[in-house]
């Protein structure tokens, strides 16, 4: 597994190579059930779905089967293979603006409850108003020294001297970090993008004739936000090729783009950062932090990967990731979430002052 990140400066350097794949885990294969079966498969949409994990883009197993057999039955069929793909969190949203819930394709306790019939099946969560602070002044950015990772293969990396920020903080045993306020807006405004974005994989063409990027019109949201600068037909078409620092790389091509996302995730949930080009980035060093919270951004050597920390419990570290090269979970330029150890991270970025 291999994830591309944001470069830091104002120069672009990209490649232009293809890219395989096309990122959806909900594309129709031999074996996969039919709309028929799906409907009038076991479990429909009967009830049973108390005590179900959330889910979201990148999910998988039973309980992801479940949710499929039981958009079918509520009128929003996809293909009942197990895996949350693009289509199934297509059918989700579709769902969840019906009943009136909050449209993010995360399914939580509300859309469980409304798939059931139980409780929370009318009821409406609010969602974060996007605020822009004001830049803190902090002194000019100074990105840690990237080291390249050459097992593509591989998206962990090692952290420095006695472990680095990745060897501070909560042990094993004690309980997990919750967020709060602003730091759960910002996780879930991080979270809402998953499975929207696939910037390496091409989509239709518009009536210009060229191909546009997966999920563009989201990607070009966040951008507006976070580095409002860019050019906007870069983010939109897939000519331009993107800016992976390979040889024969692009400078007209579309920067890896994992901490304009966080950027982009932490101001709009109200954090204290700047947009990604000015000296309080989210990962200027005056913020680095030994004690990583939920809403707080985590970096890797490895590409100069920048990701969200959704939730922290002990070790384990959940992420939320934009650019993503994670193929189990999405791939190919995606928002996707993954658990991590802690000792894989190099630095934590504080972005709350609480």
């Known amino acids: 597994m291999r994830e591309q990140s944001s470069t830091s400066g104002a120069s672009y350097t990209t490649g232009t190579g293809t890219d395989g794949g096309t990122g959806d885990a909900d594309a129709p294969s031999p074996g996969k059930r039919t709309l028929v079966e799906q409907i009038a498969g076991p479990g429909g949409a009967s009830g049973g779905n108390a ?5 979201h883009a990148g999910s998988s197993g039973p309980d992801v089967e479940a949710l ?8 929003h ?12 969190r297509a059918a989700v949203i579709a769902f969840q603006r019906e009943r009136g819930l909050s449209a993010d394709g995360v399914v939580g306790p509300m859309t469980w409850g409304a798939l059931g019939g139980g409780p929370g099946a009318s009821a ?37 001297p006695g472990g680095g920020a990745g060897g501070a903080g909560a042990g094993p045993g004690e309980q997990p970090v919750t967020g709060g306020g602003v730091r759960d807006a910002i996780v879930a ?4 993008k998953i499975g929207s974005i696939y910037s390496d994989v091409p989509g239709a063409a518009d009536e210009t004739g060229d191909k546009t990027r997966t999920g563009w019109e989201t990607l070009t949201e966040i951008f507006a936000v976070a580095h ?26 579309l920067v890896s783009w994992c901490g304009i996302f966080a950027t982009w995730a932490v101001i709009t949930g109200g954090g204290n950062c700047g947009t990604w080009m000015s000296g309080s980035r989210c990962s200027s060093m005056s913020k680095v932090t030994h004690n990583p919270k939920p809403g707080d951004v985590g970096y890797f050597n490895a590409n100069q990967h920048h990701c969200i920390i959704a939730s922290v419990n002990g070790d384990q570290i959940e992420t939320i990731d934009g650019n993503s090269y994670d193929t189990d979970s999405g791939g190919n330029g ?21």
């Not at 005590?51 to 889910?55: D, F, N």
Request: proline residues 12%.
């Open 68 to 75: 499929q057999q039981q958009l079918a039955a509520a009128g």
């Open 228 to 253: 409002p600068t860019f050019p906007k037909q870069i983010i939109k078409y897939m000519k331009y090729g993107k800016n992976n620092g390979k040889p024969g790389s692009n400078p007209n091509g």
């Open 334 to 354: 995606a928002v996707t979430s993954r658990m991590r150890s802690r000792s894989e991270f190099a630095l934590f970025f504080r972005q709350v002052d609480d």
């Open 77 to 88: 069929p996809c293909d009942v293979d197990g895996k949350f793909g693009p289509r199934t």
């Open 124 to 160: 409406t969560p609010t969602t974060p108003t996007p605020t822009t602070p004001t830049p803190t002044g902090d002194a000019p950015t100074t990105t840690p020294t990237a080291t390249t990772n050459t097992n593509t293969n591989t998206n962990t990396t090692t952290a420095g």
């Open 51 to 55: 005590g179900r994990g959330t889910l």
């Open 189 to 192: 405004a991080a979270r809402s």
